[in-house]
């Protein structure tokens, strides 16, 4: 009886060893059919101004001087209806004028029928914004934008001859000097650069991949030349971005500090100066900048143009009436700003004239005057009040910001 006992009990295990190794087994095998069945990860598709490269064959091409739209486009393979669908566009939608020699084009082709066939053709406005001609199906024009990477950074630089070389000299894009030029336009003096002075920006850089395209915006900048110390930071005031001093008040004044960018003094406003050609000793009431012919030359602030023309040693010459106090001119022209007539308003920072040698003069320059109140008085010396500040209800945030970004210039 005890030795039946025993036989049932061995039974039972084993029945319960095969079962448990048999569902083990089955398991196993599961997951070995699961692995077999596993969907492979499968790559997005490759894609250039939101069409996918695999689908066609792509062709690049360069702008040439004195080119037209309509022959790149014959010669990219578009039929006459695609050419006349292009020259029907608005201005809006596209101006054929606009298209600039160097820049770039890509054309998309398909096959069909043994037959390359353009179905895509864009144009590269700049790094950035580039416009598709959709010419697959039914002929459309639509614009867009490259995705592009912000990268602050903090640069730091001293003078040593311009601003210009400063910024090339410490590896940054020229295209920062002109940029701080024009926040701090009303501020500083350009012109009296001296060896030593410098200046620290907090900025963005704009990438596409890895290939830096511009510069993007300058968010604070603090520049020391001499004993002088002038900051710039960017706030939106009424939906308007602009630059202001850490008190709150407006980089932008009423006037300009010069007329035209990036050149030298060649001569000073004085009362008691040998004239070069003539040869006597005489007032020269305003300031001299040697540029070279054709140099745009701005009107220093909003005004009205009270006399244009030739005016003998002067030569061509534009008078603006800027306000009740002040009145600026600008001398030795070698020809005027387009809508520049007398009577006509002109905006600050708009061109008036481009630097010449008419009258009596030794070389292309801009004699630009001033005067105050009917007297002439020193330009490089012309102090005029800011603009509306930071109003009070803005303040605090104002403040607030300021504190971020003198941590990290570093001041």
Known sequence: MRNTKNLVITIIVAVIIVVVGLFYWLSLKNKEVEK???IPFSQPPVLEYGLPVDSFCIEELIIQPDSYLSDVLYKSGATQNDVACVG???RAEFDVRTIRAGNRCKAFYSEKDSVRVLDYFI?????????VFCFADSFRVYHGKKPTEIRRKRSHAEITSSLWNATVESN?????ALNLSDIFAWTIDFFGLQKGDRFTVVYDEVYIDTTFVEIGRIHAAEFISGKKVSQAFYFVQDSIGSYWD???NSLKRAFLKAPLKFSRISSHFSYARKHPILRIVRPHTGVDYAAPAGTPVMSIGDGTVIAKGFNGEGGHTVKIRHNSVY???YLHLSKYGEGVN??????QGQVIGYVGSTGTSTGPHLDFRVWMNGKPINPLTVESPPVEPIRESNKAVFDSICVNYKKELGI
């Open 88 to 90: 029907n566009l608005s």
């Open 327 to 329: 009145t600026t001119a």
């Open 172 to 176: 940054m894009s020229p295209m920062l």
């Open 342 to 347: 007398v009577g006509s308003r002109v905006s």
């Open 36 to 38: 077999q069945v596993e």
């Open 123 to 131: 144009y590269e406005k700049n790094p950035v914004d580039y416009c």
């Open 246 to 248: 850490t008190s709150g």
